[in-house]
């Protein structure tokens, strides 16, 4: 049954996330990145200092957030200051990112353009290998191991150490839109804009 229903946004909000550590959903729309707990129907804090953001996600350890916007750059927040504490450029557009499960490595979604970036290094390396839009993106919850969910109907697996793509699924009906692991790493799930959901075992 529904508990809460949140009050704040003013447009459409295009990402979100939980932290269990935490206990705090994030979402991200109309220029903010608000985070909410399950007990009030307002937000807990609002950072408007974050335009054009289309995505937000949470480091496993709860101590950042990464909030991904549509000219390309990924917004780093404290979450002990709820302050905007850095700044990455990850192409042109960003539509989604995932963070790997020791918080050392994203990976984003764009226009046909993923990057992974060693978060410790501040480092970026472009992931070749899609023709359109990038939506889904995971991280394997144990290996360093990112998926990607392209309008080019492919599923691409990279090993985000090497910067290269290991596997490509081909022979989707329509374009592809998210993608998750199961938690214990051993299937896929998979939307199409279509109406389907595939589920792989790994």
Known sequence: KKILTGKGHSGTIFGMDYNSRLNLFVTAGDNTVRLWNTKDTTAVHTI??????FTAK??????????????GKIKIISTDSWLVVDSLQSGTTIFNMAVSADSKYVITGGNAEVFAWDLKKKTGTALKGHSKWVYGAAFHPSLPIAVTASYDRTLRFWDVEKGINTLTLFGFEHELYTVSFSNDGKRLFITETGGTAHIINL
Do not use: E
Request: aromatic residues 10%; contains cysteine; neutral net charge.
């Open 48 to 53: 408007s200092t974050v335009t054009n953001v």
């Open 58 to 71: 949470f480091s496993p350890d709860g101590k950042t957030i990464y909030a991904g916007c549509t000219n």
